[in-house]
């Protein structure tokens, strides 16, 4: 083999290891508080996204926030940490995902920050949170 088709498979391969190593690392990246996905049920009958239309897949946040909530009390999605210099964010999904794909998902059922899903007749107000 040459010297230059050599070099030229080592580059390619350590240029793979290079992306498949900024896919994993910032999974392990936590610093700061954790955020949450908080489902809190409330009262009023409201314009809300129906969670049966959910994939589970693809808003993990979300359905372990319903999951972990009942009718009267309030649940919180596994925590995620932004990661230290906010690179984090480009390479994994984080709640704040979930919540753009949801408020596109149906303007009518977002209020500022808040969006509201229903679930088994109950109504939950999603949000953010920050634990200190």
Excluded: C
């Excluded at 954790?34 to 993990?60: F, S, V």
């Amino acid at each position: 083999m040459r010297r230059v088709t050599r070099n030229l498979i080592l580059g390619l391969l350590v240029v793979i290891a290079l992306l498949l190593a900024l896919g994993a690392v910032p999974t392990y990246l936590k610093s700061g508080d954790p955020y949450y996905l908080t489902a809190t049920p409330i009262e009023e009958n409201r314009t809300a996204i129906d969670a049966a239309d959910l994939p589970g897949d693809r808003y993990p946040y979300t359905m372990t926030a319903l999951a972990n909530a009942s009718a009267t009390e309030s649940g919180q999605s596994d925590p995620y940490w932004k990661g230290p210099i906010g690179v984090k964010g480009a390479f994994t999904h984080s709640p704040f995902d979930e919540r753009d794909a949801l408020s596109q998902r149906n303007a009518s059922a977002v209020d500022g920050d808040t969006i509201y899903v229903r679930q088994n007749n109950t109504v939950y107000r999603l949000e953010i949170t920050r634990s200190p």
